[in-house]
């Protein structure tokens, strides 16, 4: 009896739309997993079952679901492919065995891919493209395959060559077996004659093939310059080789819609795609030892609870393991949206491991709690990129509120919340519209949260002031039995930026007396929560000069009145200005791009630092600018659309500067008719 092999995991990625759902639904089809083809028009595919993904007619999480193809066992997961939910797609590729990059046969938009093939081969993760669509392509193949090398530093090996029947792919030569096959619908593909008019074609399609092959092995290249044909099962040894290593990916066509082509896909991926023991090796798990798996997604299931998503990497676990300290609840197998009981995940295999509180995406869990030292990193949560300000009208629904945002960060890591100390507002942080869209959807959907509403952000300005003032202040009250009385004067004085809020106390002879003196304090830093322009004030001193008291009718209160009093009478004399925030922006994007993201920054009112290449990245700029944070809300939108997707920024806070004139008006308009609707 021959040796099964172990189950292997191979992740469906690649640009937005490009078809690895509908790719998911065919290998599912065609290994029998399921009996009934959906598609997505329909919304009745295997992927996609969320609500979510249904509404929008896209992928918003990822799907794994379980196949065997030839008695090999298999885990497909499909990710999405909007670079708003990268994150997904990185933590997934992270335990593959092989990725399969589904791309369309577009030649004019390859740059969109240059970040997922750069993540691919920063991790060496073995990986084949599928060209899909090819039903629906004016492109000629070649052309596409040029226009994805420019992107990919890995050579790219196309190992077939299209039949054509006019415009139509009607079929395909394989370059290793030199067999030609017609599409067939519904079933596996003819084998037939090579066609007279691509012998010639094909033979230096091959020819290239293997020179690509040869770059990496000394024997092949000598055969090669003797003119030495090597026999196929060599050929096939080199391919598997160099594809585990991430020395070259080979390149498959097809149409994921109608089948075609992925049958092939399916051998291939068969015959090439490492075991999980190459792939532990790989992220520097070593073999023998205690029983150990990754955590590469965690789910918050409607009935089930939390799920814990794994790829066992050594031994196996079984269902009443202790993991981590942990005790699962339960464990089980996804083919989508449907679960099933599983007694025993073995090496290779994808589980769902229920309620494992305190375990988190990207942790390791082992019978001893102990992860081994030297792994491959476990990708870090993207930076945020756009931001809304949530909130609820209902109070009842504050506390489900902090929870649910708790679940749906944990869910996807890219996502954050915080709350903001200026404007008072909770802010949710993710990598684009969409990406936060959806994430009120599941609000609503998942944690029946439907009176949360988004809105834009409000800018976390400052105010200071440009002129130092004295000023005299008394709280006085008289009503009725003892009154209330305190009396100050305090100089009020510009600081530098950065410098906050500093008080101190002049006061001798104890006209304020000493036990009151943090009471004016209090008092002055209370009015400095909004200033005369509405907002927090900071950058100013002030120093209590002088002041009386009363023997019965001074109190605290008293004091913290007068202190505030002082302010509120004192600033608006100070003139008082605007400081916005201003954070240091870098952008990445590919270098074509460069100046017209310059002329954006600028028209953002943004002030160019410089640019320069992207140390590692091949004609990829880094541009740094200083930019209003104001006019970095939407920056990822405009980003995005000027470079196919490819573009990112990160940015963190450096000042506060002053904002003058018309623009200043208009904030402060602004925020006095807020102050007035709320
Ligand atoms: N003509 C043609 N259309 C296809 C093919 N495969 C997918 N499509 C269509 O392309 C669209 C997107 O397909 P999906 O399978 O949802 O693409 P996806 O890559 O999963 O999309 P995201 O996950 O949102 O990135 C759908 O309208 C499909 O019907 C194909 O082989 N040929
Ligand atoms: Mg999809």
């Known amino acids: 009896m021959t040796q099964l092999a172990e189950p292997r995991c ?4 690649g640009p937005y739309l490009s078809g690895k759902t509908t790719l998911l639904e065919s290998l599912l089809s065609i290994t029998g997993t399921i009996h009934r083809k959906g598609t997505v028009k329909d919304g009745n595919t295997v992927g996609d079952s969320s609500l979510e993904a249904r509404s929008h007619d896209m992928s918003t999480e990822l799907t794994a679901a379980p196949a065997t193809y030839l008695d090999d066992q298999w885990t497909f997961i499909d990710c999405p492919g909007s670079v708003e939910f990268s994150q997904e797609a990185q933590d997934t590729l992270s335990i593959a065995d092989i990725a399969v990059v589904v791309v369309e046969p577009e030649t004019d938009r390859a740059v969109m891919l240059s970040p997922l093939l750069r993540f691919l081969d920063d991790r060496n993760i073995p990986h084949m ?3 899909n669509k090819v039903d629906h392509t004016e492109a000629t193949l070649s052309d596409v395959l040029a226009a994805y090398q420019t992107v990919s530093e890995r050579p790219l090996v196309m190992r077939q060559v299209p039949i054509q029947d006019g415009e139509t792919i009607k079929g395909y030569v394989d370059l290793i077996s030199d067999r030609a096959y017609n599409y067939k619908d519904g079933s596996a593909s003819d084998l037939v004659e090579i066609p007279a008019e691509l012998q010639e074609s094909e033979q230096s399609a091959r020819m290239e093939m293997l020179e690509t092959l040869a770059d990496f092995d000394d024997d ?17 040894q080199f391919l598997k080789k160099d594809i585990a290593d991430d020395k070259v990916v080979p390149v498959f066509f097809g149409s994921a819609e109608n089948d075609q082509g992925v049958r092939r896909l399916l051998k291939a991926l068969r015959h090439d795609t490492p075991g999980p023991e190459t792939t532990a090796e790989r992220l520097g798990i070593e073999a023998g030892g205690e029983a150990l798996a990754w955590i590469f997604k965690t789910v918050h299931a409607a009935h089930l609870g939390k799920l814990s998503l794994v790829r066992v990497f050594r ?37 769902a491991l229920g309620r494992m509180e305190g375990a988190k995406t990207g942790d390791i869990l082992t019978p001893s709690g102990k992860a081994p030292e030297g792994l491959e990193s476990f990708p870090e949560p993207l930076p945020p990129m756009y931001s809304a300000a949530i909130s609820t009208d209902k109070s009842s629904d504050e506390v489900k509120l902090s929870e649910a945002l708790a679940k749906v960060s944990e869910e996807d890591p890219s996502l954050s919340h915080e709350n903001n100390p200026d404007t008072h507002e909770l802010v949710l ?14 609000f609503k959907n998942k944690f029946n949260l439907s009176s949360v ?20 202040a008394r709280f006085k009250r008289q009503t009725g039995g003892h009154g209330q009385f ?64 009363h023997a019965v009718d001074s109190s605290e209160m008293a004091f913290k009145q007068a202190g505030r009093l002082a302010m509120s009478e004192g600033l608006p004399q100070c003139k008082p200005v605007l400081l916005e925030p201003i954070s240091k922006v870098t952008l990445s994007l590919p270098s074509e791009f460069t100046s017209k993201a310059q002329r954006v920054i600028s028209g953002r009112r943004g002030q160019i630092l410089g640019f320069d290449a992207k140390p590692g990245w091949k004609s990829w700029d880094e541009v740094s600018a200083l930019m209003p944070r104001a006019e970095i809300h ?21 000042h506060m500067q002053e904002l003058s004139g018309r623009d200043a008006d208009q904030v402060v308009a602004a925020r006095a008719e807020a102050k007035k609707a709320s």
């Not at 191979?10 to 990625?13: E, N, P, T």
């Open 486 to 549: 305190g009396d100050v004067h305090v100089d009020i004085k510009p600081l530098p930026r950065g410098s906050g809020f500093k008080f101190e106390s002049k006061v001798v002879g104890g006209r304020v007396p000493r036990q009151f003196i943090p009471a004016v304090e209090n008092g002055a830093k209370e009015y400095l929560t909004s200033g005369p322009l509405g907002f927090p004030v900071v950058d100013l001193s002030v120093t209590l000069t002088d002041g009386q008291h």
């Open 634 to 654: 939407d920056l990822i939108i405009e980003l995005r659309s000027l470079t196919f997707g490819a573009g990112s920024y990160t940015f963190e806070f450096d």
């Open 315 to 351: 031994g196996a676990i079984k269902d009443n393991d202790t993991l981590n300290g942990a005790h699962a609840s339960g464990m089980f197998r996804l083919t989508g949206e449907k679960h099933e009981k599983l007694g025993t995940a073995k090496l290779g295999e994808v589980a």
């Open 429 to 442: 942080w993710g990598q684009g519209e969409m990406h936060l869209q959806i994430a009120a959807d599941r």
């Open 10 to 13: 191979a992740v469906l990625v």
């Open 220 to 236: 092949l290249l000598t055969k090669l310059i003797e003119d030495v044909v090597p026999p196929k099962e060599e050929i096939y």
């Open 453 to 472: 509403t988004m809105k834009k952000p409000q800018t976390p300005y400052n105010e200071t002031i440009a002129k130092p003032i004295s000023q005299h």
């Open 129 to 131: 493209i599928f060209i």
